[in-house]
């Protein structure tokens, strides 16, 4: 199956800072998702974004799908961005499915 | 926020014992999901479902079962819980193959 990699593992920023977060992936994709986990374990929903640019509010992403890699922007971060990143795009072969990365550690310190 | 609810949100049992957790949608997608979340590993697929009675396996789905009789619920069952599947679980929902999957709440489970 497809394989994913995220980049940092784990990422410390002052409130403010901006921040790229990237998500490297072996084949290619129809579908990639973007999602958020808080501190309290529920998963947010942030991008579907197979390929191009997104943005909503101070988030934005990109997916280079001809490059296999996608990268999620946090401008102007707050101690709510706070929690993990998981990228989970899914394989164009047959019975494919969402395959997530192991997750980026945010913390954002006040 | 998509309709989905999880029971129980959280469970302890003991080794041996069976086990069903529920995921409820008021969304009429016709795709469920069940996942595992551990340390270090994402979440994982473990079983999907396409349609009432329709179900398929995932990637981890050794030691689990589910079941579907209606649109709205789908079942994850554990016949004889192992210590390997404490966890969290969570149920997701999409309304095609490809379409954005959204997720429930979690269950966590701990098998002592």
């Known amino acids: 199956g497809i394989q994913v990699e995220q980049s940092p593992p784990d990422l410390i920023l002052q409130e403010g800072a901006n921040s790229t977060l990237r998500c490297n992936f072996s084949?290619?994709?129809?579908?990639l998702q973007w999602f958020h986990q808080n501190p309290w374990g529920q998963l947010i929903n942030l991008f579907y974004i197979p390929s191009g640019t997104k943005q909503n509010g101070r988030l934005s992403a990109t997916t280079v799908a001809t490059e296999r890699y996608s990268l999620l922007y946090i401008s102007s971060s707050q101690t709510t961005d706070s929690g993990v990143y998981f990228c989970a795009p899914r394989g164009t072969v047959a019975n494919s499915k969402l395959t997530f990365g192991k997750g980026i550690t945010l913390s954002v310190r006040p | 926020d998509a309709g989905i609810t999880q029971s129980p949100r959280h469970k302890v049992t003991e080794t041996g014992t069976p086990v069903t957790l529920r995921c409820h949608q008021t969304?009429?997608?016709?795709?469920m999901y069940w996942y595992r979340q551990d340390p270090g590993h994402g979440l994982r697929l473990i079983h999907y479902?396409?349609?009432?009675?329709?179900?398929d396996k995932g990637e981890v789905s050794d030691g689990y079962s589910v079941s579907r009789s209606k649109t709205e619920d789908f079942l994850l069952t554990l016949e004889s819980a192992t210590s390997s599947q404490t966890s969290v679980y969570f149920c997701?929902?999409?309304?095609?193959?490809?379409?954005?999957?959204?997720f429930g709440p979690g269950t966590r489970l701990t098998v002592t």
């Open positions: 969304e009429n997608h016709r795709y």
């Open positions: 084949d290619s994709v129809n579908n």
């Open positions: 479902s396409y349609g009432v009675k329709d179900t």
């Open positions: 997701a929902i999409s309304e095609s193959e490809r379409g954005e999957q959204y």
